[in-house]
């Protein structure tokens, strides 16, 4: 056989043993190099490939390779630069620019101008520091990371995509707080795809599409999450795409997340499908057990007292598919206990997981703000009326702190919930509670029975 048909023919096999997912992310680029003597070389695109394909899939290759009769004694993996599939929009005139650069070359910034104003913007609590790194989640840890060194040149776009909860939002945020550190005067800009979808409907009304579009054109670096929501939208598709194209073209880095591989977000362009999966798209899975439990203690860190093992088990064997959950949990339980002035314990766990269950799950923000008015023993008017005296306006700040962290709703979304015009009110608020909080033992105490009660 020739050397493609043997790894085709390898191919087929470990396409069937993995999930769709990992198969297209790991193994659909390589290709054999070099067969001699029990020598094999794969060619792969990536360093990260390379890697994977070394410590995780190294086994199943030499075994489905033997399988196959092919003498195996030592397996390499090579970073070659691959044939590139040409791309039915530019293909007829221009080649696509070549972004994969061998090493070393960096990209210049431009300067900020004005930054991302009234947008929604970064969150600074999205850190790599914070993040949990461990099976499920390392590769896509490792590509932002190596964005962050890189961008604009390695990994563009690159595309996370995976369940509801894992930390495709809290990756994409720390990609862009630490390129923010890096480059002060880069304009970085990060927008869920929903939000951008809304302004560009008001920009069409407003008739400022052309302010719109040279805003998210002039990007350094655009983070667009949840790209999923394009699905079915056809202008603002027409309008991702020429953003996408006029950054792309100028070596700025593009980060998208999505519940799903590009190829099967239904009613999406090919075209856009095409550029989504044309840098390095990396599937996202739920942390295993142990990395779970170690974002419980992580998240327990702010918290003084450290937590029983048995506890953490508990939670992470219990919530295994959503990260925010797990943290919801968790919050919970401590605020439960806090209130109580008990230890928590896994059979407190286990209860409020049970109470859990038969809550409705999302509370609205609303029901929010209403707990806390009442908490607070104001009503409900004031809380989200024009009053500025102190007993008011603490609480307000309150209800915009639970309301971000409980819901993760935007400062604009925040704002607008309590009768606020300027967002950087919510944003104030947030902070200064965040602030107090550490050293506040009452007002602790209060945001932990308000918590509570939202819950039973
Ligand atoms: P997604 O965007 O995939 O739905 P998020 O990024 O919003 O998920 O993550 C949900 C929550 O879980 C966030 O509060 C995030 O900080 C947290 N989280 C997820 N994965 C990790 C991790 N590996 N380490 C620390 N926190 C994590
Ligand atoms: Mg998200």
Same mark, same amino acid.
């Given at each position: 056989m020739q050397q493609d048909e043997v790894w085709q023919a390898v191919l087929g096999e470990i396409e069937v043993t993995l999930s769709h997912g990992n198969f297209v992310t790991w193994f659909k680029n390589t290709r054999l190099v070099k067969r001699e003597d029990g020598e094999i070389v794969v060619g792969v695109t990536n360093p990260f490939i390379k890697q994977t394909l070394e410590k995780k899939y190294g086994d199943l290759i030499v075994k489905t390779l033997r399988k196959q009769g092919v003498k195996v004694e030592q397996v390499e993996y090579k970073t070659v630069s691959m044939p590139k599939v040409p791309d039915e929009q530019v293909a007829s005139t221009t080649q696509i620019?070549?972004? #994969? !650069?061998?090493? =070393?070359?960096?990209?210049?910034?431009?300067?900020?101008?004005?930054?991302? &104003?009234?947008?929604?913007?970064?969150?600074?609590?999205?850190?790599?520091?914070?993040?949990?790194?461990?099976?499920?989640?390392?590769?896509?840890?490792?590509?932002?990371?190596?964005? #962050? !060194?890189?961008? =604009?040149?390695?990994?563009?776009?690159?595309?996370?995509?995976?369940?509801? &909860?894992?930390?495709?939002?809290?990756?994409?945020?720390?990609?862009?707080?630490?390129?923010?550190?890096?480059h002060p005067d880069a304009k970085i800009l990060y927008i869920a795809t929903e939000q951008f979808v809304r302004e560009f409907v008001q920009a069409l009304r407003d008739r400022t599409a052309s302010n719109f579009a040279n805003f998210y054109r002039s990007a350094d670096v655009l983070i667009v999450d949840d790209v999923q929501f394009l699905a079915g939208k056809d202008k603002i598709q027409e309008e991702f795409f020429h953003t996408f194209n006029t950054l792309h073209q100028a070596n700025k880095q593009l980060i998208m997340s999505s519940d799903k591989p590009p190829s099967q977000i239904d009613n999406l362009e090919d075209r856009l499908k095409s550029r989504f999966a044309g840098g390095m798209s990396i599937d996202m899975q739920v942390p295993d057990f142990e990395t779970r439990c170690a974002i419980i203690q992580t998240k327990n860190e702010v918290n003084q007292s450290e937590l029983e093992p048995e506890v953490v088990e508990y939670l992470a064997s219990n919530i295994k598919t959503n990260i925010r959950e797990l943290e919801g949990a968790l919050n919970q339980l401590l605020a439960w206990c806090e209130v109580r002035g008990l230890t928590p314990t896994a059979a407190i766990a286990a209860n409020l997981l049970q109470i859990n269950k038969n809550r409705p799950k999302h509370l609205s923000a609303k029901q929010i703000i209403e707990r806390t008015a009442r908490h607070f023993q104001i009503p409900l008017e004031d809380i989200v009326g024009p009053k500025r005296d102190k007993d008011i306006v603490v609480p307000r700040q309150v209800a915009m702190y639970i309301l971000h962290e409980e819901l993760h709703l935007s400062y604009p979304k925040i704002a607008y919930e309590l009768g606020r015009k300027d967002h950087t009110t919510a944003m104030h608020s947030v902070r200064k509670i965040t602030k107090e909080l550490q050293v506040d033992a009452a007002l602790r105490s209060s945001l932990a029975e308000i918590k509570e009660y939202l819950y039973v």
């Open positions: 620019p070549q972004l #994969v !650069t061998a090493s =070393g070359s960096s990209v210049k910034f431009a300067s900020a101008g004005t930054t991302a &104003g009234l947008r929604q913007s970064l969150n600074e609590r999205y850190t790599f520091d914070n993040f949990v790194v461990g099976d499920g989640n390392d590769l896509a840890f490792a590509a932002c990371q190596a964005v #962050v !060194t890189q961008p =604009g040149t390695k990994y563009n776009p690159l595309y996370l995509y995976g369940g509801v &909860g894992i930390g495709k939002t809290h990756l994409i945020q720390a990609v862009g707080n630490a390129l923010q550190s890096r």
